[in-house]
């Protein structure tokens, strides 16, 4: 049973703190679960490496270990950001995949929207 949310990774809406004190009620109460999961629709927010690692390590001391899953990554899923050649989605994807692979916190990763009008990875042909 996973525990998940969204906008945590990115911190929108402040939602960062609401879910750790969630993770705590819920331990307290003893309700149990077996992961958290980080929906990461980052839609035209840029990757934070730095931040995302603080997020990520604070969820797992805080949890007292709990193992964390990225359970729908996406970025600039809507096509807000102009990018016609790609490269900027190609950074986007590659600082995110390192730096969450990175950690040893991070036990899987869930990649949401293959295609290019939901995610820009590939085409209606499955093409690159």
Same mark, same amino acid.
Request: overall charge negative; proline content about 5%.
């Given at each position: $049973?996973?525990?998940? @949310?969204?906008?945590i990774?990115?911190?929108?809406?402040?939602?960062?703190?609401?879910?750790? #004190?969630? %993770?705590?009620?819920?331990?307290?109460?003893?309700? +149990?679960? #077996? *992961?958290?999961?980080?929906?990461s629709?980052l839609g035209?927010?840029?990757?934070?490496?730095?931040?995302f /690692?603080?997020?990520?390590?604070? $969820?797992h001391?805080?949890?007292?270990?709990?193992?964390?899953?990225?359970?729908?990554? #996406?970025?600039?899923? /809507?096509?807000v950001v102009?990018? +016609?050649? @790609?490269?900027?989605? *190609?950074k986007?994807?590659? @600082?995110?995949y390192? %730096?969450?692979?990175?950690?040893?916190e991070?036990?899987?990763?869930?990649?949401w929207?293959? /295609?290019k009008d939901n995610?820009?990875?590939? #085409?209606d042909?499955?093409?690159?």
């Amino acid at each position: $049973l996973f525990l998940n @949310d969204y906008g945590i990774l990115d911190n929108r809406y402040n939602r960062f703190n609401m879910y750790l #004190d969630q %993770i705590r009620d819920l331990q307290e109460r003893g309700a +149990p679960f #077996d *992961a958290i999961g980080l929906q990461s629709h980052l839609g035209a927010s840029r990757v934070d490496p730095e931040y995302f /690692k603080y997020v990520v390590e604070t $969820l797992h001391r805080e949890s007292g270990g709990v193992p964390i899953w990225i359970t729908e990554f #996406d970025w600039n899923q /809507k096509g807000v950001v102009s990018d +016609p050649d @790609d490269s900027i989605n *190609a950074k986007q994807i590659e @600082d995110f995949y390192r %730096i969450m692979f990175s950690l040893p916190e991070i036990e899987g990763i869930v990649m949401w929207g293959f /295609k290019k009008d939901n995610g820009s990875l590939v #085409d209606d042909d499955i093409q690159p």
